[in-house]
Structures are given as C-alpha cells and as structure tokens.
Nanobody, 124 residues
C-alpha cells in the first residue's frame, strides 16, 4: 500500500493551495486519514484528520482556514488551504490507517501508511 501526495508549491501569503493524497495497492478499507506537517527543526504535528464517516478535527492554528475532505471511492484525502501564512511553510505528509488482506490467510490487518511529503512554501 502506498500514499502519493501532490499539490504543494510556492504561494504568496493570503493565497490558497489544495493538497491531494491518493492511496493505491490492495486495500480492503481505509479508516482515519490525516495531514501532518513538519518544518525544519520542529516536530511533526497533526494539521487535520478525518474519519471514514467524515468527522473532522483540526489543529487550532489552522481552524477556519484549512478544510480536510476525502473521497472514499477514489481512496483520496484532500487538504484545502486558504489564507495561507508564512508560518504554514512546511513539508506536509498524508497519513492513513489502511486495512489490507494478509495473503494466504483469509485475515486482514491494519497498517499505518505515510506519504512521501509535499513542500508548501508561503512567501510574505
């Protein structure tokens, strides 16, 4: 199972970007999906998360500016980022809890998967 993130780039303060992250591989289902970010010298922090029933949670620093959504049929999670600030500059990573089959056993297992990261740079 892999997660492929895209949509990062350079934007001026006040601008918008939309990140996407698509899951691929042999997947039974996907539970929670999330976006994290990590700036140089900082710890990775949760930006937003969404359950498969579309319940959402946000870091205080992005509430009212960012929106997380998902398309279960496309196995994709999105992060719409509006009113971007220079302090939003970071590498953004998608994360998912994936249920996959264990081949030859008839059982499934849960796996935490990370995407490769996409860089968002907000200029002042």
């Amino acid at each position: 199972v892999q997660l492929q993130a895209s949509g990062g780039g350079l934007v001026q303060a006040g601008g918008s970007l939309r990140l996407s992250c698509a899951a691929s591989g042999t997947i039974v289902s996907i539970d929670d999906m999330a976006w994290y970010r990590q700036a140089p010298g900082n710890q990775r922090e949760l930006v937003a998360s969404i359950t498969k029933d579309h319940s959402t949670r946000y870091a205080d620093s992005v509430k009212g500016r960012f929106t997380i959504s998902r398309d279960n049929a496309r196995k994709t999670v999105y992060l719409q980022m509006n009113s971007l600030k220079p302090e939003d500059t970071s590498h953004y990573y998608c994360n998912a809890i994936v249920r996959e089959p264990v081949l030859g056993t008839g059982y499934d297992r849960y796996l935490e998967v990370w995407g490769q990261g996409t860089l968002v740079t907000v200029s002042s």
